[in-house]
C-alpha cells in the first residue's frame, strides 16, 4: 500500500499517515520550502523500517500542474492511500478534481485532537480510534529540535519518593516565604562542614559574617524547625556557635536544592496520577526539566546556540502539554518564552 501526504507547515499532520498506518510507502508532495526530508525520513524509518519514502517538490500554486502530479501517481501506484489532513489549499483542490476523475480512491482524515481516523471510499465512510501517538521526544525532534539530557537534575518519582514530595508540598503551601527561605537554606550549606551525605554542620558567626541581615540566623533555624515538623528533616540540635541538622532522605535534600523542585515534581507527579474514562493513563509520555536545543545540532549557531528549559512537558496521545511551574511572582518574559517555546515545538496543537 502507498500512501500520500501533502506537505504543509504542521510536522504531526505531515506524518500522519506514518502514525495512523504503516505503508509499504509514501510520498510527501510540496513547494520544497523549509524542507525536512531528514527528520520526516529519520522518523518514518524508526517507526516502519522498511517503508520507502519519496519527496516530490513542485509548484503548488498552479492547480492544473497538482492535478497532473496526483494523477500521475494514481496512474502509477496500485493500491493507494491519499490523507487529507494537511497540505495547502490548491493541493486539497486538486486532490478533489482527481477524486472526482477516480472515484474508487480511497482517501483519509486524521482528526488529531481526538486521535480518530476518517477514511473515504466510493461514497462511504468510516470512522476508528487511531491510537496515534508520540513521546515528548519524538514531538520536538519532528519539529527540528533535540532534548539535551541533564543527569544532574533527575529527582526520581517511584513509592520511595512520592511521600517526600506530598511532605515538602504541605510545608509549601503554607510557608509564605518558601523561596526566599529555600535560598537561604543553600546560602548556609555552603558553610556545612560535616562530611556525611545528608548531614550538615553550620557555624553560625561564619554565617551570618557573609550575611547582610542579622535575622537570617533566626529565620534559617524557623524554617528548619518547620521541614522537622513536616518530616523533611529528622534531627535538628541547635547550639550557642553551630547548627546541626540531617535531611531525612536523598530525595528531601534534592527537593530543597532549588525553590522550584517542589511545586515542578507535584506537578509531574500529579499528572502521572491522572487517569481517563477507562482508567488508563490520561497521558501517554510525560518529561520535566526538558532543555530543548532549537536547531537540534549542539554548537552549530554561529550566534549562540540557542537552548531553552521547559518545567514540564506532556504528551496526550498526540497532543503535548507545555508547562511552566512558577512559585511566585511571574514577569512577562516568561509568558513570553512559554508561548515562544510551544509555538515552535508543539505547533498548532499546542496547551500552554
Not at 501526504?5 to 499532520?13: A, D, G, K, N
Not at 528533616?233 to 534534592?254: H, M, P, V
Not at 501517554?284 to 528549559?309: A, C, F, H, P
Request: charged content about 30%; glycine content about 6%.
Amino acid at each position: 500500500m502507498t500512501t500520500v501526504e501533502f506537505l504543509y507547515r504542521c510536522p504531526t499532520e505531515n506524518i500522519a499517515s506514518a502514525l495512523t498506518l504503516k505503508p509499504e510507502k509514501i510520498i510527501f508532495i510540496g513547494k520544497g520550502a523549509d524542507k525536512k526530508d531528514g527528520i520526516y525520513t529519520k522518523f518514518i524509518k524508526s517507526k516502519s523500517p522498511k517503508t520507502q519514502i519519496e519527496f516530490i517538490y513542485t509548484d503548488t500554486n498552479d492547480l492544473n500542474n497538482l492535478i497532473s502530479v496526483l494523477s500521475d501517481i494514481v496512474a502509477t501506484e496500485k493500491e493507494i492511500t491519499f490523507d487529507l489532513t494537511g497540505g495547502e489549499d490548491l493541493l486539497l483542490v486538486a486532490m478533489g478534481v482527481v477524486l472526482e476523475r477516480n472515484n474508487n480512491i480511497t482517501v483519509q482524515r486524521f482528526d488529531i485532537k481526538n486521535n480518530l481516523l476518517s477514511v473515504f471510499k466510493n461514497g462511504s465512510k468510516s470512522e476508528a480510534k487511531a491510537a496515534a501517538m508520540l513521546t515528548v521526544d519524538e514531538q520536538i525532534t519532528l519539529h527540528g529540535g533535540m532534548i539535551i539530557e541533564d543527569k544532574n537534575d533527575e529527582i526520581p518519582l517511584n513509592n520511595q519518593t512520592a511521600p517526600v514530595i506530598e511532605a515538602l508540598w504541605s510545608v509549601f503551601k503554607v510557608d509564605k516565604h518558601y523561596n526566599t527561605n529555600v535560598k537561604l537554606l543553600q546560602r548556609a550549606l555552603k558553610f556545612n562542614t560535616d562530611n556525611r551525605e545528608l548531614f550538615a554542620k553550620i557555624n553560625i558567626a561564619e554565617f551570618e559574617y557573609n550575611e547582610t541581615d542579622n535575622r537570617t540566623t533566626a529565620w534559617l533555624i524557623e524554617f528548619l524547625e518547620f521541614l522537622k515538623y513536616g518530616g523533611i528533616i529528622n534531627y535538628l540540635k541547635l547550639t550557642d556557635d553551630e547548627i546541626n541538622f540531617s535531611f531525612k532522605s536523598a530525595t528531601s535534600k534534592e527537593l530543597l536544592e532549588k525553590s522550584g523542585n517542589v511545586l515542578e515534581m507535584k506537578v509531574y507527579k500529579t499528572a502521572n496520577e491522572i487517569k481517563d474514562q477507562n482508567g488508563a493513563p490520561f497521558y501517554t509520555d510525560l518529561k520535566r526539566s526538558v532543555i530543548i536545543d532549537w536547531d537540534g545540532k549542539i554548537g552549530s549557531s554561529k550566534t549562540g546556540d540557542t537552548k531553552n528549559e521547559i518545567d514540564c512537558i506532556f504528551m496526550q496521545s498526540l497532543i503535548p502539554v507545555f508547562i511552566s511551574c512558577k512559585g511566585g511572582e511571574i514577569d512577562e518574559a516568561e509568558l513570553y518564552k512559554l508561548d515562544a517555546v510551544a509555538r515552535r515545538f508543539g505547533g498548532k496543537y499546542a496547551k500552554k
